[in-house]
C-alpha cells in the first residue's frame, strides 16, 4: 500500500508583486538619476505621500466588496485642502490641532456620505461616487478660483527630510498602525467576510450593512489625512489637482494586488502599488516624456493590472 504525501502549496502574499517591481523601479530611477540615492530619494517619497495615503484610503472600500470604489477620494481630498488653506488659515484659526481635527472631520464627513448613499440609501457605488465627486469638485473650484500658497510654519513639518526618514512617512506609518490595529477586530473578519460574498456573510450574522458603511468611513478619514498632507505639500492649495488622484488612486489599488471583487488585500498592498505608480511617473519625468505619454501610461498601466488582478482572483477562486 503506498501512501501519498501531499504538503499544503502557500500561496504567494498579495502584496508580493508589487513590493518587487518597486525594487526594480528603485534599480532603474538610481540608475538614471544619481541623485537618487543622494538623498533624492525623500523628495520623491514626499511628493508622492499625497497618492500613498489616497491609495490607502481606496483600500477599504475596495476590500468591502460589492463593487466598492470611491471615485471622490481625490476631489474630496482637494476640497479638505481648499477648506484648510483658503478658509480656516487666512481667518487666523491654523493651530496645528485645530487644522488636523477639521481634515480629519471633513474627511470623516465626506465618508459618511458615501457610506450612507451606498450601505444605506443602496446606490451603486460608481454612481453614488461620482456624483459627490461632482459635488465635492464643484465646492472647491467654487471656494477657490485660483490657486493659494500661504501656511503657517508648523505645516513645513510635512514635507521635512532632514532624519532618517522623509517626515511624512512617519504619518503614512501611522495610518498603517490604525489599520493594523483594525486589522486585530472583529471589524477586520467581518469586512472580509463581507466583501467575499455579501449573502453568505449575512447568513452567517455579519451586519453586512453596517460594516460597509464603516468601510466608507475609514475611507474618509484617510482622506482626510491625505488632504492635509496634500496641503503641505502643494505649500497651499489648488481646487484642479484633487481630481487628479482619483483614478491613480484606483491603480494603486489594483497594482497593489488588492482584490477589486473586494475580501483580499490590506493598505501595504495599496502603497505599494502608489508607490510604484509615481516611481513610473518619476522615470517618465526624467526621461522627459511628454504629458500625452504620461496618460497614455496610466492608462497602460491601469488596465494592466485591472487584467493581472482578474487573473488572480479567477486563480484563487479555483483553488
Known amino acids: 500500500m503506498t501512501t501519498l504525501s501531499t504538503t499544503p502549496r502557500r500561496s504567494v502574499p498579495y502584496f508580493v508583486p508589487a513590493v518587487l517591481a518597486v525594487m526594480l523601479m528603485l534599480v532603474i530611477t538610481a540608475s538614471a538619476s544619481p541623485q537618487f540615492l543622494d538623498g533624492g530619494w525623500k523628495l520623491v517619497f514626499v511628493y508622492a505621500s499625497p497618492l500613498i495615503l489616497l491609495g490607502m484610503a481606496q483600500a477599504p472600500v475596495v476590500l468591502s466588496g460589492g463593487g466598492g470604489m470611491d471615485l471622490s477620494v481625490g476631489p474630496a481630498a482637494g476640497l479638505i485642502s481648499v477648506v484648510l488653506a483658503a478658509v480656516l488659515i487666512p481667518n487666523q484659526l491654523s493651530v496645528w490641532w485645530l487644522i488636523v481635527l477639521a481634515a480629519l472631520v471633513l474627511g470623516a464627513a465626506a ?90 456573510a449575512y447568513a452567517s450574522g455579519v451586519p453586512v450593512t453596517a460594516v460597509r458603511f464603516l468601510a466608507y468611513l475609514v475611507t474618509g478619514v484617510f ?13 497651499g492649495a489648488d481646487s484642479t489637482v484633487g481630481p487628479t ?10 497594482l497593489g494586488g488588492v482584490s477589486l471583487a473586494g475580501g483580499r488585500g490590506g493598505l501595504l498592498g495599496a502603497a505599494a502599488g502608489a508607490v510604484l505608480l509615481f516611481l513610473i511617473q518619476n522615470y517618465l519625468t526624467l526621461t522627459q516624456a511628454s504629458s500625452f505619454v504620461l496618460q497614455m501610461v496610466y492608462g497602460v498601466v491601469l488596465v494592466v493590472a485591472i487584467v493581472a488582478n482578474g487573473l488572480w482572483d479567477r486563480r484563487r477562486k479555483a483553488r
Open 245 to 254: 488622484y482619483t483614478l491613480q488612486a484606483i491603480a494603486a489599488v489594483a
Open 223 to 235: 482622506t482626510g489625512v491625505a488632504g492635509l498632507v496634500l496641503t503641505a505639500v502643494l505649500g
Open 111 to 200: 465618508g459618511a456620505i458615501n457610506g450612507a448613499l451606498v450601505a444605506f440609501v443602496r446606490i451603486p457605488p460608481i454612481i453614488a461616487t461620482l456624483a459627490t465627486y461632482l459635488v465635492f469638485a464643484g465646492l472647491a473650484t467654487q471656494i477657490l478660483a485660483a490657486p493659494t500658497g500661504f501656511l503657517p510654519g508648523w505645516m513645513r513639518w510635512f514635507t521635512g527630510t532632514d532624519g532618517p526618514l522623509p517626515n511624512v512617512a512617519y504619518v503614512v506609518l501611522g495610518v498603517g498602525a490604525v489599520w493594523w490595529g483594525l486589522t486585530r477586530t472583529a471589524y477586520w473578519r467581518n469586512l472580509r467576510a463581507v466583501g467575499s460574498s455579501d449573502r453568505a
